[in-house]
């Protein structure tokens, strides 16, 4: 079966930085997204990862490596307002995305 | 009005009602998609149309009736719900269906309660 792993639920301080990770198994591998979503809102795109590396857009940056199936999402400078759940997905050989549980990150100040 | 939209935000039905729920695009995508989600589950799909034509049903059972009368309106009608069947229903757009980068953008939701 196809399965997406992460963490239920994260702690973190204002103004520190956070590692969110994500691993996966599934049929075929065509790319890895992260969304942030509030409480009682959409969740919103933050980042897209096909190739091995790191891609840094502003304080949040996303990793990927497909040989280990594993990605992770980096928040630096933490803000009260990243207070909220991040939804790891992959899209497999059908271009289905198949979606993570997400992790609730709670910012303490 | 820009983005995708849902209404309503929030509803509260009977097992014997009929409902519907809208969703409106106004990003000039082709393809819509209909998500349940519950808590501390992973999102689940379960209708994807593309330019209008159904292209996934992911066993999802009849009393789910999807509608798509063109690329920007999705509808989804309820009738007969179980207590179960109270989730966060979430409706999504992207640019064409497939690919690797095509990227889904989300409405808020519509915060269903089945009593």
């Known amino acids: 079966g196809q399965n997406i792993d992460q963490p239920t639920e994260m702690t973190a301080t204002e103004g520190a930085i956070v590692q969110i990770n994500c691993t996966y198994q599934?049929?075929?591998?065509?790319?890895l997204f992260w969304y942030q979503q509030h409480a009682g809102e959409a969740p919103t795109f933050l980042s897209y990862?096909?190739l091995d590396g790191l891609e840094e857009k502003g304080r949040f940056s996303s990793f990927l490596s497909r040989s280990k199936g594993y990605s992770y999402l980096l928040l630096k400078e933490l803000q009260m307002k990243d207070s909220a759940s991040y939804l790891c997905?992959?899209?497999?050989?059908?271009?289905?995305?198949?979606w993570g549980a997400g992790t609730k990150l709670i910012i303490k100040p | 009005e820009t983005g995708v939209t849902q209404t309503p935000r929030h509803l509260v039905m009977g097992m014997t009602n009929k409902k519907s729920l809208k969703c409106e695009q106004h990003?000039?995508?082709?393809?819509m998609y209909w998500y349940k989600q519950s808590a501390k589950k992973p999102l689940e799909l379960m209708f994807v149309?593309?330019?209008?034509?159904?292209?996934e049903n992911n066993s999802v059972p009849s009393r789910f009736s999807p509608e798509c009368p063109n690329s920007s309106h999705l509808f989804l009608h309820l009738h007969t719900l179980q207590p179960e069947d109270s989730a966060l229903y979430l409706c999504?757009?992207?640019?064409?269906?497939?690919?690797?980068?095509?990227?889904?953008?989300f409405g808020p939701g519509t915060r269903l309660t089945v009593l």
């Open positions: 599934t049929s075929g591998f065509n790319g």
């Open positions: 990862n096909v």
């Open positions: 149309y593309n330019f209008k034509e159904q292209t």
């Open positions: 997905a992959v899209k497999d050989s059908n271009y289905q995305l198949i």
């Open positions: 990003l000039g995508h082709n393809a």
């Open positions: 999504a757009s992207s640019q064409e269906g497939s690919g690797s980068s095509d990227t889904q953008y």
